[in-house]
C-alpha cells in the first residue's frame, strides 16, 4: 500500500526558477489537498480538489498553481519561486470533503535561494 | 473565515507525567479530528470525535469534543519518549470541503 507519494523529496531552488511537485495517491480518494508547513505556523492551505475536475484556493495560493490530473494525481507548481516558499509541502487526500481522515505523504522540503 | 486555536504551543514535561492541548474554534463544527506528527515525519490521523461531548480513548489518550462542538483536548497520561512530536487538531473548513489545522502543539518528553 503506497498511499500518497509525493515527488520529490528534497529540492532548492534559486529565485525565478519553476518547478511543479508531483503527488499521486492510490486509495481511490475523491479529494486531494495541498498544504505547507511553516514553523509555528501549522499547516495552512495552499489549493484543494474537493473531487476530480475540480479545484479551489484555500488559505495560502498566490504564487502556486494545481492541476487534478486525474482522480489519482495532484500536482502543485510554483511558476517564479521565491524565498518566501521556502518551505515544506504536504499532499494529502481523503475520501471525501473535509469530514473524513486525511492520509499525508512524506511532505517535500523545498529551499529557495 | 474559520480559524482553530491551539494552546498552548510547546509543552515540556518529565517522562511520566501527564499532558493536555486544547483545541478551540471560532465556529461550531461537525466534526473535529487529531492528528499526530513526529519529528521530521507527516501528519498522521489519531481519531475523529462527532457527538457533542464525545469522549473517546486509545490505550493512554484521552480525546474529548465539548458539548457545544466549538472545542476539544487531548490527554496523555503518563508520557513516554515515544509520544513525542506535535499534536494538530482539524476542523472542516469553509464549506466542509476542506481541512482547518489549528497551529499544532509541539510535545518534548525528557527521559
Known amino acids: 500500500n503506497a498511499g500518497v507519494t509525493q515527488t520529490p523529496k528534497f529540492q532548492v531552488l534559486k529565485t525565478g526558477q519553476s518547478m511543479t511537485l508531483q503527488c499521486a495517491q492510490d486509495m481511490n480518494h475523491n479529494s486531494m489537498y495541498w498544504y505547507r508547513q511553516d514553523p509555528g505556523m501549522g499547516l495552512r492551505l495552499i489549493y484543494y480538489s474537493a473531487s476530480e475536475g475540480t479545484t479551489d484556493k484555500g488559505e495560502v495560493p498566490n504564487g502556486y498553481n494545481v492541476s487534478r490530473l486525474n482522480k489519482r494525481e495532484f500536482s502543485l507548481r510554483l511558476e517564479s519561486a521565491a524565498p518566501s516558499q521556502t518551505s515544506v ?3 494529502a487526500s481523503s475520501v471525501d470533503r473535509g469530514n473524513t481522515e486525511a492520509f499525508f505523504g512524506q511532505g517535500t522540503r523545498l529551499t529557495v535561494v | 473565515g474559520q480559524q482553530v486555536m491551539q494552546i498552548p504551543q510547546y509543552q515540556h514535561v518529565q517522562e511520566g507525567e501527564d499532558f493536555t492541548t486544547y483545541c478551540n474554534s471560532s465556529t461550531t463544527l461537525s466534526n473535529i479530528q487529531w492528528y499526530k506528527q513526529r519529528p521530521g515525519g507527516h501528519p498522521v490521523f489519531l481519531i475523529q470525535l462527532v457527538k457533542s461531548g464525545e469522549v473517546k480513548k486509545q490505550k493512554r489518550l484521552t480525546f474529548q469534543f465539548g458539548e457545544a462542538k466549538k472545542n476539544s483536548s487531548l490527554h496523555i497520561t503518563a508520557t513516554q519518549t515515544t509520544d513525542v512530536g506535535t499534536y494538530f487538531c482539524a476542523g472542516p473548513g ?5 481541512f482547518v489545522f ?3 502543539t509541539r510535545l518534548s518528553v525528557l527521559p
Open chain 1, 89 to 91: 509541502y504536504f499532499c
Open chain 2, 94 to 98: 469553509n464549506y466542509g470541503q476542506n
Open chain 2, 102 to 104: 489549528g497551529p499544532g
